[in-house]
């Protein structure tokens, strides 16, 4: 049946606008032309938007579906207002190959209740030494490639990596870092970490990093993304790389937009993520570069980590936070702050993933797919994470007052959730 939206606010990225406006969900598709339908939905002045596209999702199947699996993750997704969610292949059994790639497709087409799509990675099994069969995993269905925080320290393997991909016009994922710096850290260098006796690491080993990346896509022509942009330093080198004719995007996480290395506190695992939080001055060039579309994607980059692996000693602790379901409502933070208006918020996480990674969805043109969200922006809660969908409950949000709340979730017309 069709269904008409009205009396909404629709959020409209690749427009640049929010404007009072009706819509029709029907065949899975938006109507913006023939607004007569058989049932409707009054938002009373609720926001409509293009479903999110979160790129950098780990859904731990294959190895350790305890964490998290393509059931739970979808429903996550669906309450968090997620309609795509792009994987990592770091998984236990990471997805180096087309049968282990073959297996998630099928496991994420029967389970989840998401659009889901796959990275695959770049080098087996993740070891920065043997490049993978890059063609025959983009006949498979995989969207890009990336060994995630594996770093490929060996810059001849890389490069190869990079022409090869070039090639085959295959999108390469990188996270900047200069691993021998980094090894180790599990805190941004300064007077904070001195003082919590923490092993820290500068966050000129981000720019490190990424100057390396930037040289060997220049040499490769590669397309390119920078999975994680935290400091200020790396923005500035980020701003000049992009008036040349590189093929690059770059993106940054939600929990780095929102928290910063204070919030360690007292030794909290929860709030420890790799990268590791950086300085206040950090986060808000960081915002910036959101607002200013230097930094063109941000994404949950969900990692579940069970309470076995969080409740140790800080050093020993596994990185990571969950993220699907609370990065909407910690992004309309930044839009309750002023500090991003919300087509902006929308082009980060919806408009310019799907652009990237060319796949449709993003805005909520005539006849795109009706992957929807609608959302009341001013409902205030308080975050309990037992009451989250994922099977871990690693969220750094846990007890914090928050603004803004999912009311429905469409995935090609179908709701998929309903407050």
């Known amino acids: 049946m069709s269904l008409l939206v009205k009396n909404a606010l629709l959020v409209e990225p690749n427009l640049r606008k929010v404007a009072k406006g009706n819509l029709v969900i029907r065949n899975g598709l938006i109507d913006r032309k023939n607004l007569i339908a058989d049932t409707e939905f009054d938002c009373d002045g609720k926001f409509v938007a293009p479903g999110i596209i979160d790129l950098g999702v780990k859904v731990c199947e294959p190895g350790e579906r305890h964490k998290e699996s393509y059931e739970s993750a979808g429903k996550a997704a669906a309450a968090g207002g997620v309609t795509t969610i792009i994987t990592r292949p770091d998984t236990k059994n990471p997805i180096d190959t087309p049968e282990n790639f073959d297996f998630i497709s099928k496991k994420a087409d029967e389970d989840c ?133 590189l093929d690059i995007s770059a993106g940054t996480s939600i929990h780095h937009l929102s928290f910063n290395e204070l919030d360690i506190s007292d030794y909290k695992t929860f709030f420890k993520l790799k990268p590791p939080l950086r300085s206040e001055t950090d986060r808000l060039a960081t915002i910036e570069a959101v607002r200013d579309g230097t930094i063109d994607i941000v994404s949950s980059m969900h990692t579940p980590q069970d309470e076995e692996s969080k409740r140790l000693p800080f050093e020993e602790a596994a990185s990571g936070a969950i993220g699907l379901e609370t990065i909407l409502t910690a992004m309309l933070r930044l839009y309750h702050s002023n500090q991003l208006q919300m087509d902006q918020i929308f082009t980060a996480i919806s408009l310019n993933p799907a652009k990237r990674l060319g796949i449709s969805g993003g805005s909520l043109s005539h006849n795109e797919p009706a992957d929807l969200v609608i959302f009341d922006a001013d409902k205030p809660l308080i975050l309990e994470r037992e009451r989250l969908h994922s099977k871990v409950k690693n969220t750094p949000f846990d007890g914090q007052k928050l603004q803004g709340r999912v009311l429905k979730t469409y995935v090609q017309g179908r709701e998929v959730f309903s407050l």
């Open 113 to 245: 209740i998401v659009n889901v799509f796959h990275i695959a990675a770049l080098t087996k099994e993740r070891k920065g030494q043997e490049i993978c069969e890059i063609g025959m995993l983009l006949d498979a269905g995989a969207i890009a490639f990336s060994d995630c925080d594996s770093v490929i320290q060996d810059n001849k393997i890389l490069s190869r990596a990079l022409t090869y991909s070039s090639t085959l016009d295959a999108l390469v994922i990188g996270h900047p870092q200069d691993k021998t710096l980094s090894h180790g850290a599990v805190s941004t260098s300064g007077k904070f970490s001195t003082l919590r006796g923490l092993p820290s690491v500068s966050p000129l080993a981000e720019r490190i990093g990424l100057e390396r990346d930037l040289a060997l896509v220049e040499m490769t022509k590669a397309k390119y993304h920078l999975d994680q942009i935290t400091n200020i330093h790396s923005i500035e080198t980020l701003r000049r790389a992009k008036n040349s004719n």
